[in-house]
Nanobody, 113 residues
Framework: QVQLVESGGGLVQPGGSLRLSCVGS????????MSWYRQAPGKERELVAS????????NYADSVKGRFTISRDNAKKTVYLQMSSLKPEDTAVYYCKRNSGVWGQGTQVTVSS
């Protein structure tokens, strides 16, 4: 079964940090680019970050650049999103996505004091 499972979400205060993980299974993880998206209530899903199959290059939305870092460990079939200096506007459900269109279920991140 091809699937992506996110974890690591939760409640954090503004300025805090979280690390999200997404574990893939049922496919050859290391040949796919991976991305993180997020969707807040009432808003459209937006691309947050993406990373090449080898992890050699990454792209970020302007809103998270300098605060978030995407990385991957292909031996563990996992892609990470390290989030620092979190803001209330980062509150959303975060999803990982395989390049060809496979989505995870999502994990909730809430930034609130």
């Amino acid at each position: 079964q091809v699937q992506l499972v996110e974890s690591g979400g939760g409640l954090v205060q503004p300025g805090g940090s979280l690390r999200l993980s997404c574990v893939g299974s049922g496919f050859t993880f290391g040949i796919y680019a991976m991305s993180w998206y997020r969707q807040a209530p009432g808003k459209e899903r937006e691309l947050v970050a993406s990373i090449t199959p080898s992890g050699s290059s990454a792209n970020y939305a302007d809103s998270v650049k300098g605060r978030f870092t995407i990385s991957r460990d292909n031996a563990k079939k996992t892609v990470y999103l390290q989030m620092s200096s979190l803001k209330p506007e980062d509150t959303a459900v975060y999803y990982c996505k395989r390049n060809s269109g496979v989505w995870g279920q999502g994990t909730q991140v809430t930034v609130s004091s």
